[in-house]
């Protein structure tokens, strides 16, 4: 069984960065796609990132575009979330998601596995 924990979450400034972390465990890391979501208060669960098994490819909310980065360390059995240029919108509750088969990334019901989130708040 594939276990997710995600870390790093916290209270940041407008403008301000934070990475989070999602430590994979149970099954074979670079045998899966990992996604990172996102949920606000009384909104639905929203795509944010996602990566391919070995890094090659990444994909992007467009509200997130140019301002996130998702990564992976296959060694560390780790993906990461670098998020810089923050704004109170990105408020939520971070996700990371797996799964072993490419197919509609942006979509919450894609993934198999999920971790139990960590909470991002940006706020002055």
């Known amino acids: 069984q594939v276990q997710l924990v995600e870390s790093g979450g916290g209270l940041v400034q407008p403008g301000g960065s934070l990475r989070l972390s999602c430590a994979f465990s149970?099954?074979?890391?670079?045998?899966?796609?990992m996604g990172w979501f996102r949920q606000a208060p009384g909104k639905e669960r929203e795509f944010v990132a996602a990566?391919?098994?070995?890094?090659?490819?990444?994909y992007y909310a467009d509200s997130v575009k140019g301002r996130f980065t998702i990564s992976r360390d296959n060694a560390k059995n780790t993906v990461y979330l670098q998020m810089n240029s923050l704004k109170p919108e990105d408020t939520a509750v971070y996700y990371c998601?797996?799964?072993?088969?490419?197919?509609?990334?942006?979509?919450?019901?894609?993934?198999?596995?999920w971790g139990q989130g960590t909470q991002v708040t940006v706020s002055s």
């Open positions: 998601a797996a799964d072993r088969v490419f197919n509609r990334l942006h979509r919450d019901d894609s993934y198999e596995f």
């Open positions: 149970g099954r074979t890391f670079s045998s899966y796609i």
């Open positions: 990566i391919t098994w070995n890094g090659g490819s990444t």
